[in-house]
């Protein structure tokens, strides 16, 4: 391998921009060679903007080129499986977008077809990364709550409250808010307590039909509110919501956090961006005393505690991890087994939220049959 890891990068949306090329426009163990997307003047703006040579507007021939290490996979949902199951097969190194794919079964192909390539391969779960989320992990980790018997955890936005048409609540492109963001909690949940799930009780739900977008009319309109209980292997209980329609006008995203242990408890409320940003970290211990927590300074390296992105432009974390993995020969984390477990997840929540009861994770009946 030359001494950057020789990058292709495929999707020009928005978030491509924003936690992609950005974030690698100055980071020495990165060379971006290439761009492909189908909007070609968007194309050809962000490839003037961070100087990429290679534009295509197919992603196959962007994955044809012999001057690639690896590619980054950033398109929708329903384009996952193809697209990177295509990279594999050249024998690229693959970062895919989360979800990893839309259903189990899909993204237990890609995770088998990545591990028989032999290739590194990672799904950008993001919030893994947060400072704030790696010192909860560290505290749980260090037994400050002693064993833990609950967990809540809520994610709140607002961007689909428009009522137009966005893929991600698209029923045949995507799983709504619960792949979109819950499969985000559903990740944040193993990777805390270090434990797996073992059973989910859903209950989906639409509050903003799209029923009637201009060429999508009659086409039924995708959960945009879940909320999730569950059971983890060890016995302790957890709890995820989400939602993208949430009236607030300033709050773009919204995180809570609720543990529950034998020794304590922890609360985290943490709004991004807007003129109500803030972060409010604090412990409950036995007999009542509430004690407010700030991250520790190390925990943020070089990121400005009051940007919640900058993080991912200062430290080798996100798709900067991934290609600093490379490099080096780590296997990268989160890997696509943390994707299919997430999407194990999904998918039996999805089935008990239409058989309204209990489903065992991974077996696909209701628990207890």
Not at 118 to 123: A, E
């Amino acid at each position: 391998m030359a001494d950057r890891v020789r990058l292709g990068v495929i999707g020009t949306s928005g978030w491509a921009e924003l936690l992609y090329l950005n974030t690698l426009r100055d980071y020495d163990d990165v060379e971006l060679v290439a761009l492909a997307g189908r909007n070609e003047a968007r194309l050809a703006e962000l490839a003037e903007r961070f100087a990429i040579k290679g534009i295509h507007r197919d992603y196959r021939e962007l994955i044809a080129r012999d001057d690639l290490d690896a590619v980054a996979v950033v398109v929708p949902d329903d384009l996952h499986k193809e697209v990177t199951l295509a990279v594999i097969e050249r024998g690229l190194h693959v970062l895919c977008e989360k979800p990893l794919a839309n259903s189990a079964a899909d993204a237990r192909q890609m995770l088998d077809a990545a591990q028989r390539a032999g290739v590194s391969h990672m799904v950008l779960f993001t919030w893994r990364w947060q400072p704030h989320f790696q010192y909860v992990k560290a505290l749980i980790e260090a037994g400050t709550f002693g064993r833990i018997y609950r967990t809540h955890l809520s994610f709140i936005t607002n961007f689909a409250h428009d009522g137009k048409y966005q893929w991600r609540l698209d029923p045949a492109r995507a799983n709504g808010v619960l792949g979109d963001l819950g499969s985000h909690l559903f990740d944040l949940a193993r990777w805390l307590t270090g434990e797996e799930i073992a059973s989910v009780s859903a209950d989906l739900g639409t509050a903003v039909s799209r029923r009637a977008i201009a060429g999508h009319e009659g086409r039924p309109s995708n959960n945009d509110f879940a909320h999730v209980t569950f059971r983890y292997t060890g016995g302790a209980q957890g709890i995820v919501d989400v939602t993208n329609v949430s009236h607030d006008s300033d709050r773009i995203v919204q995180h809570l956090l609720r543990v529950e242990g034998e020794n304590g408890a922890l609360e985290l409320d943490h709004v991004l961006f807007g003129s109500g940003a803030k972060l409010s970290l604090k412990s409950f211990r036995p007999g009542g005393e509430t004690v407010p927590l700030e991250v520790p300074a190390e925990f943020y390296g070089a990121a400005n505690p009051a940007d919640a992105l900058s993080v991912y432009n200062t430290t080798p974390i996100g798709v900067r991890g991934f290609v600093s993995a490379i490099r080096a020969g780590r296997r990268p984390a989160p890997d696509f087994e943390d994707g299919w477990r997430a999407q194990q997840l999904v998918d039996a929540a999805l089935l008990s939220n239409a058989e309204r009861g209990w489903v065992e994770v991974g077996v696909g009946r209701p628990a207890g049959r």
